[in-house]
Each structure stands twice: as structure tokens, then as C-alpha cells.
């Protein structure tokens, strides 16, 4: 049986905040908090035995749950690369926690 330390220990944190995937989608950050980024994979190609993201959409979004999805995006845009996503993704979502 996993106590809640090992399980704690298994998520995965990218500057000190959570990335949870599912599909082609990565959350970056907390829901407990104003903002979140999504990550969307809308294009990938193979390398190897791999799939390489080529295409990403950022968006950073409001995590108020009574608002539509669409009313909930506050700014988007799309990088070629993950490692280009994830950066910009990581200032986005400082900035936008710090702003309050």
C-alpha cells in the first residue's frame, strides 16, 4: 500500500510547480491557484522509437470553475518545440501569480 509521501514524491514538478498529463494535454501549475497553464500537442513527429512534439499550444487560463471554458483563457499562443512551451508557459504563469 503507497502512503501519501511516496505518491506525493511521483508527481512530476517543473520549477516547483505540478505537470499532470493526460492525452495530449499537460497542466502546469495548481488549480487551488488563480491561474493554470495548459499545454495542448497538436502536432508531433517520430524520431527513433519517440513522438516528438512539433507543434504546442500555451494557454494560460483562469481556473474559476464557473466561468466557460473558452471565457477562461487569458493569453495563447504556439511553439514549435516543448522545451520552447514549457519556458514560456513558466513565465506566463509567474507573472501572472504574481500579479495576483
Known amino acids: 500500500m503507497a502512503t501519501?509521501?511516496?505518491e506525493?514524491?511521483?508527481i512530476l514538478e517543473y520549477k516547483g510547480r505540478p505537470l499532470r498529463r493526460k492525452?495530449?494535454?499537460i497542466y502546469y501549475g495548481s488549480m487551488s491557484d488563480k491561474?493554470?497553464?495548459m499545454l495542448q500537442?497538436?502536432?508531433s513527429k517520430d524520431f527513433e522509437d519517440l513522438s516528438v512534439a512539433t507543434r504546442i499550444t500555451v494557454q494560460l487560463q483562469l481556473t474559476d470553475p464557473d466561468l466557460k471554458s473558452r471565457d477562461r483563457v487569458v493569453k495563447k499562443?504556439?511553439?514549435n518545440?516543448?522545451?520552447e512551451a514549457i519556458d514560456v508557459a513558466a513565465v506566463w504563469l509567474e507573472?501572472?501569480?504574481a500579479a495576483g
Open 95 to 97: 507573472r501572472a501569480l
Open 4 to 6: 501519501a509521501t511516496s
Open 23 to 25: 492525452d495530449n494535454l
Open 77 to 79: 499562443s504556439e511553439k
Open 81 to 83: 518545440s516543448f522545451y
Open 8 to 10: 506525493k514524491s511521483k
Open 41 to 43: 500537442v497538436t502536432e
Open 35 to 37: 491561474y493554470i497553464i
